[in-house]
């Protein structure tokens, strides 16, 4: 009976170690950040329209499932964007991040902060593209497409501000929003 009760244990711990499988997509159940290891806190897929945009993952030192939980949390965070579309223009994406600020943190919609991070984007995503957004415990906001870093800046409100874009009171998807804060 303990044996196998240990083998039942020892399958469940290494099930949870494997991808997570979103759309054809394997989604990471850690990732490293500054030298430290995050988890997958939850997913979901941004839809416009009917169109699956992309899936998006957010990965944290511990779970969170609230958006208070999550703005408390002092660690590093990071929220990974794997895009599904065929083709995403700049300009919808910029867009997406611009309306959210404004409707989630309109304090920093209009500073040079959020128009520099809204500049990083200069590029078309198209499926197959990852874009990491990484959101360090001092303010340093890193973007990232496939790898390449895109910019970096430091800033006290911009990491929370881009968290309210996913998980604010207006959100710019409330499935995506509530499989962010792991409600699978």
């Not at 989604?27 to 430290?36: A, E, G, I, R």
């Not at 902060?113 to 959101?135: I, P, R, S, Y």
Request: hydrophobic content about 45%; charged content about 25%; overall charge positive.
């Amino acid at each position: 009976m303990k044996r196998t009760l240990a083998i039942i244990s020892l399958l469940l711990l290494s099930a949870n170690a494997y991808a997570v499988d979103v759309a054809g997509v394997a989604l990471d159940p850690t990732v490293s950040v500054n030298q430290k290891t995050l988890t997958l806190n939850g997913y979901g897929i941004r839809k416009k329209f009917f169109v699956k945009v992309y899936i998006g993952t957010l990965y944290t030192s511990k779970p969170v499932s609230t958006p208070a939980d999550l703005l408390k949390n002092p660690d590093d965070k990071l929220i990974r964007m794997n895009f599904l579309h065929s083709k995403v223009e700049k300009e919808k994406i910029t867009d997406a991040f611009a309306e959210g600020f404004e409707k989630n943190s309109p304090d920093v919609a209009a500073t040079a902060d959020a128009k520099t991070f809204l500049a990083f984007f200069g590029n078309d995503f198209v499926k197959g593209d990852v874009v990491d957004l990484v959101l360090g415990a001092d303010g340093t906001v890193v973007a990232r497409q496939n790898g390449k870093v895109l910019g970096t800046l430091k800033s006290t409100k911009l990491p929370n501000a881009i968290l309210l874009i996913y998980v604010g009171e207006k959100p710019a998807d409330e499935d995506l929003k509530q499989g962010m804060l792991g409600a699978r």
